[in-house]
């Protein structure tokens, strides 16, 4: 399974990368998008749009099936990836690469608290 | 772990993504979906289909036990080696199976029936058949088939296949004929049949055979695929799918299939027959999605004459837009704008003619 070490994680199959100034980039993992297959669709929340932590806040639809992606903390979404919506074969492509949309986190513990590599892949491997 | 073609091994072999199909362990895909569909389009794809269940009726009785068993009249079936699509329906109207019917002399008839529904099928055929003394039924296990399809798929048969292309080279659609001539019940038998709107053929063989010709095409150039792009392929083709578009509770006339459903011969009472609505209030009918998203089966369709639903729905690899089958009311016409729900969103889609592609060549627009 394809991992980055440095970024943080979701047992939902998220990853979070935390930037410098404490905003969060949101993607779906390399694992999610080969469960998913041929990625056809995205739609992605708003900026500005207040989430919680865990609430469905975009879809990912594959050739076979839709599926929800979920907000890894709470938050104000401050954008989102057009290009991505534009081309959501690249989730498939490279789905580190491609960031889904950026998250003001309202508590830095949920934060800390999100898996890392490690923790993520003990959770795939038990069957999540 | 469910029941295994005799193709099993073959498709672990390729990498395929197995999963359950009615009770079959069968491949989803051999990695990509889409590259599967877009092969068949372009080129040649294979496909397992041996979950299908072969059933071949011998007997003086098989025409007066066809003609009372299915919706469509085997007195269209008079040359060598036709076959028919039909439905077999319940005393209700409604929709048992969909079937083809191959016809061989007025005593002998081979039938291809669903895997879901095979079991209920055979069972149902037995029933209907106490009241006939000629006619036996064989459900052929033994058998595996395996669909060729695609523009190219004639030349993969034929580099495959030895003596195929004496055999099936003059075959008309909804025809077929023995490989080498050789009429017998373990024999090859070969259908210009398919599920997916394109050239090709459905090799129906004895299963320990299988693996042989399934690597004889795939050193042909036929590329294996999975049920995925099948139901993407036949979606686009405007083929219907047992148990989505139409079931036991729903008729042919409201499910896309009045054309078979042959009412000329007014003696002929086929079960299900007098249960069929003179003036059905439901059609069903394509779809094409303006808004960008994905149609899905069972979204609610808002139409001027009331509202619908959608039975089968998928992102279109050949056409880059969202397609459906939905089942709406009578009244409403082709080109007419609906709105399909989808997530609490209510999105553009127009009323289409299906098929939406058919070889090779799409047929609706998406604008």
Partial sequence: MKLINDLKYTKSHEWVRVEADGTLTVGVTDHAQELLGDIVFLELPDAGRTVKAGEDCAVIESVKAASDIYAPVSGEVIANNDAAVGAPES??????????????????????????AAAYQASVDAGN | M????????EHLA?????????????????GSQLEEHHQVRRGCGLFDVSHMRVVDLTGADCRP????????????????????????LNPQGGVIDDLIVYHFADDR?????????????IAWMREQAKAFANLT??????????????????????????????????????????????????????????????????????????????????QAEGKPIGLGARDTLRLEAGMNLYGQDMDEQI???????????????????????????????????????????????????ITAQGEGETTSGTFSPSMNASIALARVPAGVALGDAVEVEIRDKRLKARVVKAPFVRNGKVLVSVE
């Avoid at chain 1, 949309?101 to 830095?108: D, L, R, W």
Wanted: glycine fraction near 8%; charge should be negative.
């Fill in chain 1, 91 to 116: 989730v498939n492509g490279d789905a580190f690469g491609t960031w889904l949309f950026k998250i003001k986190p309202a508590n830095t513990a949920e934060v800390d608290a999100l898996l890392d």
């Fill in chain 2, 2 to 9: 469910g029941q295994r073609t005799p193709l099993y091994n």
């Fill in chain 2, 14 to 30: 390729l990498n395929a993504k197995v999963v359950d199909f009615a009770g079959w362990d069968m491949p989803i895909h051999y």
């Fill in chain 2, 65 to 88: 036990f066809l003609s009372h068993l299915v919706a469509n009249d085997v007195a269209k079936l008079t040359t060598y080696g036709r076959a028919l699509y039909t439905c077999m």
């Fill in chain 2, 109 to 121: 008839f081979r039938l291809v029936v669903n895997a879901g529904t095979a079991d209920k099928d």
């Fill in chain 2, 137 to 218: 039924i064989t459900p052929r296990a033994d058998l595996a088939m395996i669909a060729v399809q695609g523009p190219t798929a004639p030349q993969t048969l034929y580099a495959a296949v030895a003596g195929s292309e004496a055999a099936v080279a003059a075959l008309k659609p909804f025809n077929a004929a023995w490989l080498g001539g050789v009429d017998a019940t373990d024999a090859t038998l070969i259908a210009r049949t398919g599920y997916t709107g394109e050239d090709g053929f459905e090799i129906m063989l004895p299963a320990t055979q299988a693996a042989t010709v399934w690597q004889a095409l795939l």
């Fill in chain 2, 251 to 301: 008729g042919p006339l409201e499910s896309g299939l009045s054309w078979t459903v042959d009412l000329k011969n007014a003696e002929r009472n086929f079960i299900g027959r007098s249960a069929l609505p003179t003036q059905p209030t439901q059609q069903l009918v394509g779809l094409v999605l303006l808004d960008r998203g994905v149609l899905r089966s069972h979204q609610k369709v």
